[in-house]
């Protein structure tokens, strides 16, 4: 059984920072793309921010310049630095990943449970 377990969401004030952590566990072989969605209350679900092993990313335009992803290949584990952060991006923040687990043919898609991010005064 894979697990994505996510971490580091909060309360935090506008032009604040927040630092999530996603650490993927189970019989893993290999993990392709990672990353990171969001979704806010009465919105659809939509990428945040995106990263393969070999290490390119890719951004949603409202978080350029302001967020980060990063990962560990070693570790499975991808992280996304959230700076000057605005109220606009309060959301419920989802961990995905693309694996394969041991006696796997295929990779398929796993997200965490979601961690809340609050951008608030």
């Known amino acids: 059984q894979v697990q994505l377990v996510e971490s580091g969401g909060g309360l935090v004030q506008p032009g604040g920072s927040l630092r999530l952590s996603c650490a993927a566990s189970?019989?893993?072989?290999?993990?392709?793309?990672m990353g990171w969605y969001r979704q806010a209350p009465g919105k659809q679900r939509e990428l945040v921010a995106v990263?393969?092993?070999?290490?390119?990313?890719n951004y949603a335009d409202s978080v350029k310049g302001r967020f980060t992803i990063s990962r560990d290949n070693a570790e499975n584990t991808v992280w996304l630095q959230m700076n000057s952060l605005k109220p606009e991006d309060t959301a419920v923040y989802y961990c995905?990943?693309?694996?394969?687990?041991?006696?796997?043919?295929?990779?398929?898609?796993?997200w965490g449970q979601g961690t809340q991010v609050t951008v608030s005064s």
């Open positions: 990263t393969l092993t070999g290490g390119s990313t």
């Open positions: 995905n990943a693309e694996i394969r687990r041991t006696g796997w043919t295929t990779f398929r898609s796993r």
């Open positions: 189970g019989s893993i072989f290999s993990i392709n793309a």
